[in-house]
């Protein structure tokens, strides 16, 4: 049972277009939400975490958007740059605590310049 | 700091074999997890330690075992290794039970077993 469903599986945007990146989960105990980013020969980082009990979440030219009714999250880049292109993981954990994280299946993103 | 250290980065095993996948950080960390990932299908967590002595499955955790005898080190042993363990495994560690801190990663083992 997959937990957590992202999609698109992958993304081909113009620099300084926008990115978006979606997320689904089923489990309504998760209540910790991270984007983890992947360079290629790399390990996946975090890139920007959201809780339930805020709607959206900015830093830089990242923002999660979270719908709790919904059961849904997304990851929008604003002003992509070809710097971002790599795989983003979103992922979801819950009893309070960032173990035993729960990640989509990923998704390819290349900004093309 | 070195972070988490994960060795060999590569490394081909004929179907039978064993090999043990070795992990390292020097954050101080409580937690250490293995995950795999395939292509196409996410990051599945194989084995996770709360501390030193302390291990539990995850997700995927036939064909595989683990042991923490100290807080640096969380070596992951495959026993007869099988053509469907070809991947790339990832190890990674985190503070203990707070969510502002991320899970740290090392840059992966690549497996392959033919």
């Known amino acids: 049972q997959q937990q957590v469903k992202q999609s698109p599986q992958s993304l081909i945007v113009q620099k300084g277009g926008i990115s978006i990146i979606n997320c689904a989960y089923e489990?309504?105990?998760?209540?910790?939400f991270p984007w983890y980013q992947q360079f290629p020969g790399k390990g996946p980082a975090l890139l920007i975490a959201?809780?339930?009990?805020?709607s959206e979440k900015k830093e830089g030219r990242f923002t999660i958007s979270f719908n709790k009714s919904a059961k849904q999250f997304s990851l929008h880049i604003m002003d992509s740059q070809p710097g971002d292109s790599a795989t983003y993981f979103c992922?979801?954990?819950?009893?309070?605590?960032?173990?035993?994280?729960?990640f989509g299946k990923g998704t390819l993103l290349t900004v093309n310049p | 700091n070195a972070g988490v250290t994960q060795t060999p980065k590569f490394r081909i095993l004929k179907i039978g074999q064993s090999m043990t996948l070795q992990c390292a950080q020097d954050?101080?960390?409580?937690?250490m997890y293995w995950y795999r990932q395939d292509p196409g299908m996410g990051l599945k967590l194989i084995y996770y330690?709360?501390?030193?002595?302390?291990?539990d499955k995850g997700e995927v955790p036939n064909g595989y075992n683990v042991s923490r005898s100290t807080t640096e080190d969380f070596p992951l042993r495959l026993e007869l290794a099988a053509p469907s363990q070809t991947s790339v495994y990832f190890c990674?560690?985190?503070?203990?039970?707070?969510?502002?801190?991320?899970?740290?990663f090392g840059d992966g083992t690549r497996l392959s077993i033919l």
């Open positions: 990674a560690s985190s503070f203990l039970d707070s969510r502002n801190q991320p899970q740290h």
């Open positions: 489990n309504t105990a998760f209540d910790y």
């Open positions: 959201i809780r339930p009990d805020v």
């Open positions: 992922a979801a954990s819950s009893g309070g605590s960032n173990y035993k994280l729960t």
């Open positions: 954050m101080n960390h409580n937690y």
């Open positions: 330690s709360v501390g030193a002595g302390i291990t």
